[in-house]
């Protein structure tokens, strides 16, 4: 799969003859929207999505590679059933564009990270947000669980963003304080936490909530690690690998099991 500028996708199939295309998207619209190849085509691609009316800036592929999550710079996370090619569910971010997103080793939640400052934790089995992470001072730029830290209770996953800043968080839904809502805007809340996408006619984007609606996490460390803005974060079985947009990979040794955290 290959994302662009004009808010598109493509899809590939490394077993297919690549030829010369010029794909014109259709209007840039918010619509999800595929185009296949005619059936037997022997080229690539097999088909053409028009996604966004904004740059896709990222997407990653479910654990169980059934879905496909997308952020773009109109503010959206998009969950795309990668078998059937349909949307299903479509949630804003707080503010401006989003820039990264991530799958927890399960397939339960999504991350993503954007120009909100925020990191933002979605479930997919209850198709809505469950928290929001606050300890960036700029624009977080990678999202990733931490694989060899995630268990059935509680999952660590890290952020990296252009303030320089590499930020590890511990996530479980039990220690999940829940936000007091005024009472009149309760109804919010449970409209939001109770649309089945599934089954409707057209997917509904979901609109973002407000700040005293979502729990909020903070970070268990923050640490600046790079005197540039950071561009990705990687966790490994031994270390994790964090790169600034100078071009410079830095390596960081884990603990030792006798003082693992």
């Known amino acids: 799969m290959v994302a662009f500028k004009d808010g598109s996708m493509a899809v590939f199939d490394r077993e297919k003859d690549d030829q010369p295309v010029s794909l014109q998207s259709a209007q840039r ?138 930020l590890l968080w511990d996530f479980s839904v039990q220690a999940l304080s829940r936000p007091k809502v005024p009472r009149d805007n309760t109804s919010i809340t449970k409209r939001a936490s109770s649309v089945n996408v599934s089954n409707m006619a057209e997917p509904q984007t979901h609109p973002a909530l407000p700040r005293n609606h979502v729990p909020i996490l903070q970070p268990i460390m923050v640490m600046t690690v790079h005197d540039e803005p950071l561009s990705s974060i990687t966790f490994q079985e031994k270390y994790l690998m964090t790169t600034c947009c100078r071009g410079r990979i830095k390596l960081w040794e884990r603990p030792s099991s006798g003082h693992d955290r």
């Open 29 to 166: 619209t918010s619509r999800f929207h595929v185009t296949r190849a005619p059936k037997g085509s022997k080229h690539n691609p097999t088909s053409y999505w028009q996604v966004s009316p904004r740059a896709v800036s990222a997407f990653a592929i479910s654990p169980d590679c059934q879905h496909v999550a997308i952020v773009s710079m109109d503010g959206c996370l998009r969950i795309v059933d990668l078998i059937d090619e349909k949307l299903m569910d479509a949630y804003e971010s707080y503010f401006g564009g989003l820039t990264c997103v991530a799958w927890s080793p399960d397939g339960k939640y999504v991350l993503t990270g954007g120009q909100d400052d925020l990191v933002s934790v979605w479930s997919f089995v209850e198709r809505r947000i469950i928290a929001r992470c606050q300890g960036h001072q700029s624009w977080v730029t990678s999202v990733s669980f931490d694989d060899w830290r995630c268990d059935e209770d509680m999952y660590r996953f890290g952020s990296v963003g252009e303030d320089g800043h590499l």
